[in-house]
């Protein structure tokens, strides 16, 4: 199975909320919540792809982001490697423009969201380094 590599970004605001999106349910991993993102394509790095994504689901123009970490996840029906993107600097209006819900919550608050497996490792570096 090809893994699929995927440019996922941490949008965090003045406020220091964080933007989570809530995956449609006939997706992969449907009905979770996730860090916004998708598929980089060949001719693509992960910059540019997560520049591309952004803009393409929550319409937010990335004007520069910082490396937050690699997960590489087996689940059982597809394999992923996620490069994720620390972004701050950001212009725009958050907007949920695929039509899932998009929701700016604070650190307490994202344990109440259900979240893929593969991003256990996500959420334990955000406790330790934005709290
Ligand atoms: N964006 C994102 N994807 C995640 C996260 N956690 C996680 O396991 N994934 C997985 C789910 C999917 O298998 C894959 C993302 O692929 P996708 O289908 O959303 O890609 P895409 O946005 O390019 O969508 P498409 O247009 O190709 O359908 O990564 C996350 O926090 N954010
Ligand atoms: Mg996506």
Redesign the pocket.
């Known amino acids: 199975m090809k893994r699929?590599h995927?440019a996922?970004g941490i949008i965090v605001n003045s406020q220091q909320q964080i933007l989570l999106a809530k995956?449609h349910g006939h997706?992969?991993?449907g009905g979770k919540w996730?860090?916004?993102?998708?598929?980089v394509e060949a001719d693509e790095t992960v910059t540019q792809a997560l520049i591309r994504?952004l803009k393409e689901?929550v319409n937010l123009s990335v004007v520069s982001s910082s490396v937050f970490m690699s997960i590489s996840?087996d689940?059982p029906d597809?394999q992923?490697l996620?490069d994720i993107h620390l972004v701050q600097d950001f212009s725009g209006e958050a907007i949920g423009v695929e039509g899932q819900q998009i929701v700016w919550v604070n650190q307490a608050q994202l344990k109440d969201y259900e979240?893929?497996?593969?991003?256990l490792p996500?959420l334990e570096k955000i406790y330790q380094e934005l709290g």
């Open positions: 699929v995927v996922v995956r997706l992969h991993q996730e860090f916004p993102g998708g598929k994504e689901e996840h689940y597809k992923v996620l979240f893929p497996e593969a991003n996500i």
